[in-house]
């Protein structure tokens, strides 16, 4: 199988940092919350976020092979409830701050609060990534002043009830409308056609059968024009799959990692760094190899 083809943009401007897109990238989860499904609570000490201990994690998936640090500071995980902008803020915004001052890397920021989005881009964040799309009163707008590139993910409903039960009657096209939608709305807010991404959600509103479609047809975003981040990371469909408990995906998770690079993914969001470059480095070479006369 030779990786799929993709007319999206060769490159990603990230503030200050250029993201080439010709090569996929390992996107590393941080999540600075107490409640996130796979990894919350690892940074809070005291009811604080332990900074040092957040740069040690950073500074070790950036010498695995992390080109993009995602910071999340609202669990979006099934049944999660939210949480104030202000307490948003003071999650994320110190870890922005810390990482920024630091580390060369481009930093993503897991948020749908305007707030959120002004206050990172303002501490040094490179990428806006939203589950809601930017359909947050006051998220359009913020994400246009900041000239940051966006990724828009579909979701159905909210994560408080979103896999009660999701329906849909083509779930491709549906997704793939509503994000090429999205995409219109942010070109007429301002956010350049080459500075968005697409995420097609697995997991949000989605049962397995859902995900598994959605997947087979990851060439088909792919061949949208935009670039395609793909996040199914020790997720409830692997678990499904492998009847293996969140701690015991990580094969999983790199399998389908490189899956969805081979069908046109540029950036996989993931929690086992180390072990998914590896994949994509072999997915990268043996492609290649496969490509020479």
Same mark, same amino acid.
């Given at each position: ?6 007319l999206?943009p060769?490159q990603?401007?990230?503030g ?9 990238h390992?996107?590393?989860v941080?999540?600075?919350?107490p409640?996130?499904f796979s990894?919350?609570?690892?940074l809070?000490w ?5 900074l040092?201990? @957040?740069c ?6 950036i010498e ?9 500071g609202e669990?979006?995980r099934?049944g999660?409830?939210p949480v ?5 803020c003071?999650?994320v ?12 890397v481009?930093i993503s920021?897991?948020t ?13 964040a490179?990428?806006?990534n939203?589950?809601?799309a930017?359909?947050?009163p ?5 994400a246009?002043?900041?000239g940051?590139p966006?990724c828009?993910m ?5 994560p408080?009830s979103m896999?009660?039960?999701?329906r849909?009657?083509?779930?491709v096209?549906?997704?793939r409308d509503?994000l090429?939608?999205?995409a219109a ?6 956010? !350049?056609?080459?500075?968005? @991404?697409l995420d097609?959600?697995?997991?949000f509103?989605?049962?397995l ?8 047809s990851?060439?088909?975003f792919?061949?949208?024009?935009f670039?395609?981040l793909?996040?199914v990371s020790?997720k ?6 492998t009847?293996?408990?969140?701690g015991?995906?990580?094969p999983a998770?790199v399998v389908a990692?490189?899956? !969805?690079?081979e ?6 969001r993931?929690?086992?760094v180390?072990?998914?470059a590896?994949?994509?480095?072999v997915?990268?070479a043996l ?7």
């Amino acid at each position: 199988m030779t990786l799929a083809t993709s007319l999206c943009p060769p490159q990603l401007r990230c503030g200050g940092r250029v993201l080439d897109l010709r090569n996929p990238h390992v996107m590393a989860v941080v999540n600075v919350t107490p409640d996130s499904f796979s990894d919350g609570g690892q940074l809070h000490w005291g009811g604080a976020i332990a900074l040092d201990v @957040l740069c040690e994690r950073v500074e070790a998936f950036i010498e695995q092979g992390a080109t993009l640090i995602d910071i999340g500071g609202e669990s979006t995980r099934p049944g999660a409830a939210p949480v104030s902008e202000q307490e948003e803020c003071d999650r994320v915004l110190p870890a922005v701050e810390a990482i920024a001052a630091r580390f060369d890397v481009v930093i993503s920021v897991d948020t749908s609060t305007a707030a959120v989005i002004r206050g990172s881009a303002d501490l040094g964040a490179g990428l806006i990534n939203d589950v809601r799309a930017l359909q947050r009163p006051g998220a359009l707008a913020a994400a246009a002043q900041t000239g940051l590139p966006v990724c828009l993910m579909h979701m159905q409903g909210e994560p408080d009830s979103m896999q009660a039960d999701p329906r849909y009657r083509d779930i491709v096209a549906e997704v793939r409308d509503f994000l090429l939608a999205r995409a219109a709305t942010c070109e007429a807010a301002g956010i !350049a056609r080459d500075q968005v @991404l697409l995420d097609p959600g697995f997991g949000f509103g989605k049962s397995l059968n859902h995900n598994l479609t959605l997947f087979r047809s990851l060439s088909q975003f792919a061949e949208l024009g935009f670039p395609v981040l793909v996040g199914v990371s020790r997720k409830s469909m692997l678990g499904a799959i492998t009847g293996r408990e969140v701690g015991d995906r990580m094969p999983a998770s790199v399998v389908a990692a490189a899956l !969805a690079v081979e069908r046109g993914a540029k950036i996989v969001r993931v929690h086992d760094v180390a072990e998914t470059a590896d994949a994509l480095a072999v997915v990268s070479a043996l492609n290649g190899l496969m490509e020479r006369p």
